[in-house]
């Protein structure tokens, strides 16, 4: 039992460049979300998606864009990185009911340089 | 909006005594709390959740959390702090309002625990 997988682990990019975060899970969560931790602000919410096919913006969206084509997979992208990106990125999904916590992934620690 | 706060950015401790994490929660409807631990270099991990069935939840590793409706609280604490549980901790809530934010988890800033021999 995999959880929630995210690649890479690690990344540096140049500013300007774009590249996509990978998430999936194996565990038929409908619940998925993207969060950035960066230093004494905690964790904060990018962009979740309650199902296939739906995604909402949360605290955090500009610069990154997301979609969920399959109950699995809910990839990051970064469209434009900028040096305000180097965050640690965490992938977390739920089943749904709100007695369910979220299971997190391991971060990909993203570096713009 | 549902939202919660974490008094004290870094809480230090010496072992073996007890461990007092403060959660200060805002929601006009019943929450549903969680509270996360983050170790060093790792992703989070659940450590106890409320959603109603009891005001007292024991979690892993010995660590308690107690909702208090009248103080809008949800406390973390330990009766006895070890080397171990040194790690950053994060309180969160689930929002269970209707809309575009349903199902949604926000956090805390998170209050690092430090616990010297």
């Known amino acids: 039992n995999a959880g929630v997988t995210q690649t890479p682990k690690f990344q540096v990019l140049k500013t300007g460049q774009s590249m996509t975060l990978q998430c999936a899970q194996d565990m038929n969560h409908e619940y998925m979300s993207w969060y950035r931790q960066d230093p004494g602000m905690g964790l904060r919410l990018i962009h979740y998606s309650v199902g296939a096919g739906i995604t909402d913006q949360g605290e955090v969206p500009n610069g990154y864009n997301v979609s969920r084509s399959t109950t699995e997979d809910f990839p990051l992208r970064l469209l434009s990185a900028a040096p305000s990106q180097t965050s640690v990125y965490f992938c977390a999904s739920s089943g749904d009911g709100y007695i369910y916590g979220y299971t997190f992934g391991s971060g990909t620690r993203l570096t713009v340089v | ?117």
């Open chain 2, 1 to 117: 909006a549902q939202s919660v706060t974490q008094l004290g950015s870094h809480v230090s401790v010496s072992e073996g005594a007890l461990v007092l994490l403060r959660c200060n929660y805002s929601s006009s409807v019943p929450p549903y709390l969680f509270w996360y631990v983050q170790y060093p270099n790792q992703g989070l991990q659940l450590l106890l959740k409320y959603t109603s069935a009891a005001t007292l939840v024991k979690g892993i590793n010995g660590f308690e959390a107690e909702f208090k409706k009248s103080e809008t609280s949800f406390h973390l604490t330990k009766p006895s702090a070890h080397m171990r549980d040194a790690a950053e901790y994060f309180c969160a809530v689930r929002s269970n309002a209707g809309g575009t934010s349903y199902g949604k988890l926000t956090f805390g800033q998170g209050t690092i625990l430090t616990v010297h021999p």
